[in-house]
């Protein structure tokens, strides 16, 4: 069968073991954890840690692996090899060398997504009673001490990488590398990325849906990781310190 046929179905193959390895199994059992994470914060983001940075560095692996066939491919049989494999995983992924400017970049797009979430918010008051009270239902992850406050951004640091790199800079890859237009590449990656966060009920999902949206956006016109994950390991360390003094704050 002919490498450009095969290519599709090598992406949406890897895409979903993934996604299923990664992923799945913590938006399934997530609703029974919850009572656990609010009684003891501190361990729960310690044992996210424990398990997230195993992923990723497995995860880098397999992209490094895959991309490295890739480029053998095309300089063996490049007639048959996939042209948009190959070259540099971590640029094609969106993993540019990291740069101080990074930070300010990041910051600006912290900014951005808290004037959207704003914008959200308000037209969000529009909604009947009933709708404002749905909004209220929902998981709220509270730290309770400002002793965990570092280690909310550590949590915020890793997560931040985890999630645009899997969510933004391989799906949004993947889907465009078979063809998928950008528009439903980003619609495909928020939509998964918010349902990951229907535990926290209806207004954490529309939350992550509108930061999907942004973050795929930019990722689509800047290809780079780093000011997305500065700006979600911000969102998620302010909106956790919040919890501190706003009894009402939700991530």
Known sequence: MNQLILSPI???????????????????????????????????????LLTALPQLALFLYVLWLRERRGATELRTHPDQADPRSGGSPWQRFGLG??????????????????????????????????GRELLREGFRFRL???RLVPLALAFGVVTGYREELFFRGYLITRFTDMGVPGAAAVAASCLLFALGHLYQGLAGFLTALCLGVLFGVLFLRSRNIHHLAVAHALYNTVVLAATLWLPSATQ
């Not at 199994?25 to 729960?44: C, H, K, N, V, Y």
């Not at 400017?101 to 009947?128: T, Y």
């Open 10 to 48: 090598r992406n949406l193959l890897e895409m979903t073991l993934l996604f299923a390895n990664f992923y799945l199994p913590g938006m399934l059992i997530q609703a029974r954890d919850l009572d656990r994470t609010a009684e003891s914060p501190g361990r729960f983001m310690v044992q996210a």
């Open 97 to 130: 060398r990291f740069h101080p400017r990074d930070l300010a970049g990041g910051a600006l797009v912290f900014a951005g997504a808290l004037g959207l979430l704003l914008l959200v918010s308000l037209a969000l008051r529009l909604l009947p009673a009933s």
């Open 144 to 146: 309770g001490d400002w």
